[in-house]
C-alpha cells in the first residue's frame, strides 16, 4: 500500500511568505524525502531526512520527522515565484528501496 | 547524482498499439524503477526493473501489460502495451537511491486517442 499520504493541498501565497506542508505515513520508515516537480516534469529531489534524525536544513528548506507521530513538514522560507511546483513527500521503508509518495502540495508563489 | 536521459518526452498513441520508453543512465545503478502518475495524480510505483533477471511488479500491475527490459546497469525500457484511453499517464523512470534520494527521468507523457 502507498505511504507518505500527506493531505493534497493547494497553497497561493506571496513571494517572500513562507510555505509550510505537511506529510504522514502508516508503516516504520528507513527515511524520508521530499521532491519538486515543476509542470508534470521530472522529479527534483529536495532532501533526505533519515528515520533518526529529527530536522534538517537545506538552503531555504527545512524539514522535520516525528517519528511517533508519523510524519514529516517542509518547509520553504522566503518564497520565491519559481518555488510554485507541486512538492511530494516519499517514504523509504525499512528494508525496501521503493519509493511510495504521498498525494502532494501544489504551491503558487505569486510575484 | 546520476542523470537520466529519457524519451521520447511524449507521444500521441493509438488504442490498441504499443509504446516503448527508454530510460539512459549516466553512471552504473543498481536500481531502477518504474513510475506511473495519472493526470492530476500522485506516482504509483509500476515495478523494479532488475539487471539481468525479470522486473518484480507491484500490486496491479502485470508483466504482459507493462513488458520491462534492463539488459544492462545503465539502461532500462518500459512497454505499455494495447493501450486503452485509460493508459494515459506521465511515465517516469527513476534509479539510484542511498544518502542523495532517487534522481528521476524528465518523464513521458503518453495520451492514447
Known amino acids: 500500500s502507498q505511504q507518505g499520504e500527506e493531505d493534497p493541498q493547494a497553497l497561493s501565497i506571496q513571494e517572500g511568505e513562507n510555505a509550510t506542508m505537511n506529510c504522514s505515513y502508516k508503516?516504520?520508515?528507513?527515511?524520508l524525502q521530499w521532491y519538486r516537480q515543476n509542470s508534470g516534469r521530472g522529479l527534483v529531489h529536495l532532501i533526505l531526512?533519515?528515520?533518526?534524525?529529527r530536522e534538517k536544513h537545506s538552503g531555504r528548506l527545512r524539514v522535520t520527522l516525528d517519528t511517533s507521530k508519523k510524519s514529516s513538514s517542509l518547509l520553504i522560507t522566503a518564497s520565491r515565484a519559481a518555488d510554485t511546483a507541486s512538492y511530494f513527500c516519499?517514504?523509504?521503508?525499512?528494508?525496501?528501496?521503493?519509493?511510495?509518495f504521498g498525494k502532494g502540495n501544489q504551491v503558487v508563489v505569486i510575484p | 547524482s546520476a542523470v537520466i536521459s529519457q524519451k521520447p518526452s511524449r507521444d500521441i498513441c493509438q488504442r490498441g498499439t504499443s509504446l516503448t520508453i527508454q530510460c539512459q543512465v549516466d553512471?552504473?545503478?543498481?536500481?531502477m524503477f518504474w513510475y506511473r502518475q495519472q493526470p492530476g495524480q500522485s506516482l504509483t510505483l509500476i515495478a523494479t526493473?532488475?539487471?539481468?533477471?525479470?522486473?518484480?511488479?507491484e500490486s496491479g500491475f502485470v508483466i504482459d501489460k507493462f513488458p520491462i527490459s534492463r539488459p544492462n546497469l545503465t539502461f532500462s525500457t518500459l512497454t505499455v502495451s494495447n493501450m486503452s484511453p485509460e493508459d494515459s499517464s506521465i511515465y517516469l523512470c527513476?534509479?539510484?537511491?542511498?544518502?542523495?534520494?532517487?534522481?528521476f527521468g524528465s518523464g513521458t507523457r503518453l495520451t492514447v486517442v
Open positions: 527513476s534509479a539510484g537511491g542511498g544518502s542523495y534520494g532517487y534522481t
Open positions: 526493473a532488475n539487471q539481468g533477471s525479470e522486473a518484480t511488479y
Open positions: 516519499a517514504t523509504d521503508r525499512a528494508g525496501n528501496n521503493r519509493l511510495a
Open positions: 531526512i533519515r528515520s533518526n534524525e
Open positions: 553512471s552504473q545503478v543498481t536500481m
Open positions: 508503516t516504520s520508515i528507513n527515511n
